[in-house]
């Protein structure tokens, strides 16, 4: 059995009731206990089992912000700071030992587009010899049904409207959490997908040459 604790901090006396209200949405089992001290009032809440919906409803209801577990150069303010804990006791679905425990802090801050615009693009080139050959990542938003968890989904195909066809089936094996982490997947399935198209490639030029002396 896991004994999950969690815990949310918050800094302004005005998310305290939004926050309350995407605790309730979220329909945990669990009691939640309201503390305050000095500016920081704290909510916490005990749990059999990870939860995900906690996190999706504080978002949901905060739609200019995202979690993050990276503050970067630390200058954005943090709205919310969201910590889960496993008890290092707990046990898997056999009682045995957990192998390794989740522990993680996430904070709320505002989202920043600019900056995922300029990290991410969807063509990748690859040259084939003095050719520049294009491919796309094609990535739509996607949600775990069970834990409510969104993230975001990959279709393995590499042509520039991919995303828009739905004739085109997702990968549904894995729920990226962001876009750079679908981004980097996807980069290393279009290098094996570059690999073989090269040499289907190689093989072409060479029946053209071929023929040409002919």
């Known amino acids: ?97 957990l192998e390794y425990f989740e522990d993680e802090t996430i904070y709320l801050i505002k989202k920043s587009k600019k900056k995922e615009e300029l990290l991410i693009t969807r063509a990748i080139g690859v040259l084939f010899d003095d050719e520049i050959h294009y491919y796309y990542i094609n990535t739509v938003n996607g949600k775990n049904r069970e834990t409510n968890e969104k993230g975001f989904l990959l279709k393995k195909s590499f042509g520039k409207d991919d995303y828009k066809n739905d004739e085109i089936e997702l990968d549904k094996s894995k729920l990226f959490k962001t876009r750079l982490d679908a981004f980097h997947t996807a980069k290393r399935w279009i290098e094996d997908q570059a690999k073989e198209d090269y040499e289907k490639y190689k093989k072409e030029k060479k029946r053209k040459q071929r023929k040409k002396k002919n």
């Open 1 to 97: 059995m896991t004994t999950n604790y969690y815990t949310i901090h918050l800094y302004r006396d005005e998310d305290i009731s939004i926050v309350l209200n995407a605790v309730v949405d979220a329909q945990i089992d669990s009691l939640a206990m309201i503390s305050s001290i000095g500016k920081c009032t704290t909510i916490e809440f005990t749990l059999d089992y990870l939860d995900y919906s906690v996190k999706n409803s504080i978002e949901d209801h905060f739609t200019d912000y995202e979690f993050t577990k990276n503050l970067g150069n630390g200058r954005k303010e943090i709205r919310i700071k969201y910590s889960m804990s496993q008890d290092p006791l707990s046990t898997d679905g056999w009682g045995r030992p």
